[in-house]
């Protein structure tokens, strides 16, 4: 079975701090990978997806991800957070195009103070 | 509405009572999925529909849980008998087309078995 790790439970940063989250996945067969992120009172929304192609993947508010298969990670990276950035994030992984059907992490709590 | 749609969000249930949860998908998406979130932990895939067919329930974790679609667009998800281990939140996606590249939450309904 497939599953994946994030290491930080919680991270605590300054605005303007860059940012890095850790992701890596136990399965090594082709993989989609997904970041999603859940501001405070709200629902799951994703953040970057990874299914082919260029493995420096980019997706909304500034966040970009990177895909290294010799490695199972795909840490995602903000250069400059804000306040606003504040949430848990989920790193998340499937074997096929189904997005629906994805084994996630346990998510990590970033707080940024402003 | 726009989003995914679950209700109630709120359930506190006795143990051994049932509990029903309803999931209103987007408009028009075909695919459906159902996620346990235990506290500290990441989304765990419960079941899946492709309109009304359940193609896959693998994530159940017994038979005291059971999910329908009948008419391919609302979902419930009941669960028999609850006991303490069910508190979680329950968590809906749907995605627009069978190739599934994109799931869409709704805000789950957190369920407290007392």
């Known amino acids: 079975a497939q599953s994946v790790s994030q290491h930080n439970h919680h991270v605590i940063l300054s605005e303007a701090a860059s940012l890095e989250l850790g992701c890596n996945y136990s399965?090594?067969?082709?993989?989609?990978l997904f970041w999603y992120v859940q501001y405070p009172g709200q629902h799951l929304q994703l953040l970057l997806k990874y299914f082919s192609g260029d493995p420096l993947v980019k997706g909304i508010k500034g966040f970009e991800a990177e895909f290294i298969k010799s490695k199972f990670s795909f840490n995602l990276r903000k250069p400059s957070v804000q306040w606003s950035d504040t949430a848990e994030y989920f790193c998340a992984v499937n074997r096929g195009t189904n997005a629906g059907k994805s084994t996630f992490g346990d998510g990590t709590t970033l707080t940024v103070k402003p | 509405g726009a989003g995914v749609s679950q209700s109630p969000r709120y359930k506190v249930a006795k143990r051994g009572q049932d509990v029903a949860l309803r999931c209103d998908p987007i408009s028009g998406h075909v695919s459906l999925f159902w996620y346990q979130q235990a506290l500290g932990q990441g989304p765990e895939f419960l079941t899946y529909f492709q309109n009304e067919a359940q193609l896959d329930k693998s994530g159940l974790p017994s038979d005291r849980f059971f999910a329908e679609r009948p008419e391919g667009s609302v979902s419930t998800l009941k669960i028999q008998r609850t006991q303490q281990e069910d508190s979680a939140v329950y968590l809906c996606?749907?995605?627009?087309?069978?190739?599934?590249?994109?799931?869409?939450f709704g805000q789950g309904t957190r369920l407290t078995v007392v």
């Open positions: 996606a749907s995605s627009p087309d069978l190739s599934n590249t994109e799931a869409f």
């Open positions: 399965y090594g067969g082709t993989v989609n």
